[in-house]
């Protein structure tokens, strides 16, 4: 009887442990599941600080070689130089808002299946059939023509410089800003083709026109033009966030459209006008909470405050000649619930409230 042959054996090289691989060593906070490279704001580092703080490199924080990347002919990094204003440390910003990845795709679903399910239900219980004449007209021209208002300063002004500012936490809050304003605008346009499809006489391509020759909308759609035309990126942002969006964005939106649609017996557009009312306020947290860092610095604040006074003798006057062009719509509706006065009046309180908050003066125009 053959023996039965014994299996082959193979070798194999032992694994030795040497402690020169990574963990091993022990240091201060090596037990730690925290990062400690930044300060944090607050007594405890938060998730969005973690995934934000320092994604960017900086030369001035860890980079000991200088930018690691840069432009064909041009400058390294995230050049300092790419607005007037001045931080002794730009990392010191934070969003109010602590967005991130997570946060952006939650909060906007949320909006998009609140702005769905509102459209829904105004085809089901058909809504528009119900809106006078007079209201529809206001709304295919006005509410039409500030879609192309949100469309122009999402792609060309917050798109734009999304990737501008000297640290990751600017960037990113920024980079959000642009997509609320697509987001709105989007909703916008849904909003019109459902009353374009709804049976109602509603022209849904009139706002074009509106928005290209009507006279009351031509100075708002040149001061949207200028500002995609702004090189500096912190000053693109006062401008827009600052100015531009308290003197003519919450003047339509929340002191005309939020305070007369629903005597006019549409419940449906302040949904969505809310929405964007919503995300203007998250913008304005972020945007004010950046100005009172720079004004408030102590090497470069006073120079940052006479900056931005210049800035304010410029796009003031503009935005101011922009609301007022506006009064004619304030008489379109047929139930009319506020004055054009009343409402400007309005919104120069908030802006006046908004400059002493970042510690700027109230300029002379808005007295005039």
């Known amino acids: 009887m053959t023996a039965t042959a014994e299996p082959q054996r193979r070798s194999f090289p032992r694994i030795e442990f040497t402690d020169a691989e990574a963990g091993a060593r022990e240091f201060p906070s090596s037990k730690s599941r925290t990062y400690n490279y930044y300060k944090p704001a607050k007594l405890r580092a938060t998730t969005y600080e973690d995934v934000t703080v320092d994604v960017q490199p900086d030369p001035e924080r860890h980079l000991s070689q200088g930018w690691i990347y840069g432009f064909g002919a041009g400058p390294g990094g995230y050049p300092k130089e790419w607005t007037a204003a001045k931080s002794s440390d730009w990392h010191k910003f934070r969003d109010p808002n602590e967005e991130w990845d997570q946060t952006i795709f939650r909060n906007n679903a949320a909006i998009v299946r609140q702005v769905d399910l509102c459209l829904k239900n105004a085809k089901r219980a058909r809504a528009y059939e119900s809106w006078n004449a007079p209201w ?7 509410l039409g023509a500030w879609m192309h208002a949100e469309n122009g300063l999402a792609l060309h002004v917050f798109t734009s410089i999304q990737r501008s500012g000297p640290s990751n936490m600017i960037n990113t809050a920024v980079a959000v800003n642009a997509a609320h304003k697509m987001r709105f605008a989007q909703d916008l346009a849904l909003f019109n083709l459902d009353l374009s499809e709804s049976g109602a006489e509603f022209d849904g391509s009139m706002h074009k026109e509106v928005w290209q020759s009507a006279p009351e909308w031509q100075p708002t759609r040149e001061v949207v033009e200028r500002l995609t035309a702004v090189p500096d ?58 100005f009172q860092l720079l004004t408030r610095d102590e090497e470069h604040g006073e120079a940052n405050k006479a900056l931005f006074a210049t800035w304010l003798e410029t796009w003031v006057p503009r935005c101011l000649d922009a609301a007022r062009a506006l009064q004619p719509i304030w008489s379109q509706p047929a139930d009319r619930a506020v004055t054009f006065t009343t409402s400007l009046d309005a919104a120069e309180d908030k802006f006046r409230s908004l400059l002493g908050d970042i510690g700027l003066d109230t300029p002379k125009e808005l007295d005039q």
């Open 136 to 142: 529809l007209t206001f709304i295919e021209r006005n």
């Open 233 to 290: 990126w912190c000053e693109l942002l006062f401008a827009t966030n600052i100015v531009f969006e308290q003197l003519v964005g919450s003047l339509f939106r929340s002191e005309l459209i939020m305070q007369i649609a629903a005597r006019n017996g549409d419940y449906i557009t302040p949904t969505i006008v809310g929405t964007g009312e919503h995300d203007y306020d998250r913008d304005l947290a972020y945007s004010r909470n950046l």
